[in-house]
């Protein structure tokens, strides 16, 4: 008769089963991604962390671009490649509103062909092609001096032979993460890489 006193214990295992129930809820949220985000889930492009100088000689931080897809250009006033400019603008104005911005650098390593000064360079991109995009200071693309963005930009994008810029005009497309997606040499018109922007601002 004694054994009758062992039904008793079968109470235990129930109160287990229902004190887990409560925090598994709980991890799966972490696991998943559904509570806060973590530093280890989100990395930001280096391309963010660089200032320039604007035309005018103010700071502009590309952190101010985030989300935007981006065309860098080194530029020149008295290249046969000048009138790319326009083609510049022309994309500017068409997909500017979907987050599109060309960031253009005066540079006079090749050819000295933009020998003048920031403002008459500024002046000069306004008369001759209604530029509205952003100017930057003039800059080095190559050597000891250059501008860390475009050493940084090298970096990621490799050219033919060496990494170096060849010429005026020679081009690099961001995307929205900050990642360079494209190199393209001064022979590559600014609307023949039309395709590729559309994609990058997808």
């Known amino acids: 008769m004694m054994m009758q006193t062992r039904p008793a214990m079968a109470s235990r295992p129930a109160m287990a089963r229902a004190v887990r129930p409560a925090a598994r809820p709980v991890r799966a949220q972490a696991l998943f991604g559904f509570g806060a985000k973590t530093a280890e889930t989100e990395t930001i492009s280096e391309f963010y962390n660089f200032i320039v100088k604007d035309i005018d000689g103010k700071n502009f931080k590309l952190a101010s671009l985030k989300n935007k897809t981006v065309l860098v250009v080194n530029l020149a006033s008295a290249c046969g490649f000048t009138p790319q400019y326009a083609e510049l603008q022309d994309l500017y104005e068409k997909y500017g509103k979907q987050g ?74 961001v995307n929205k993460e900050g990642d360079v997606v494209g190199r393209y040499g001064s022979t590559s018109s600014p609307l023949s890489l039309e395709n590729d922007i559309k994609k990058a601002l997808l």
Do not use: H, R
Not at 113 to 130: H, R, V
Not at 134 to 153: C, H, R, T
């Open 100 to 173: 599109f911005v060309v960031l253009g650098f005066p540079c006079n390593q090749f050819g000295a062909q933009e020998p003048g000064s920031n403002q008459s360079i500024k002046q000069f991109a306004k008369s001759n092609y209604g530029v509205t995009f952003p100017l930057m200071s003039k800059v080095d693309v190559n050597g000891p001096g250059a501008e860390p963005l475009f050493d940084w930009l090298k970096t990621q994008k490799g050219g033919l032979l060496t990494s170096d810029i060849k010429w005026n005009f020679s081009k690099f497309l």
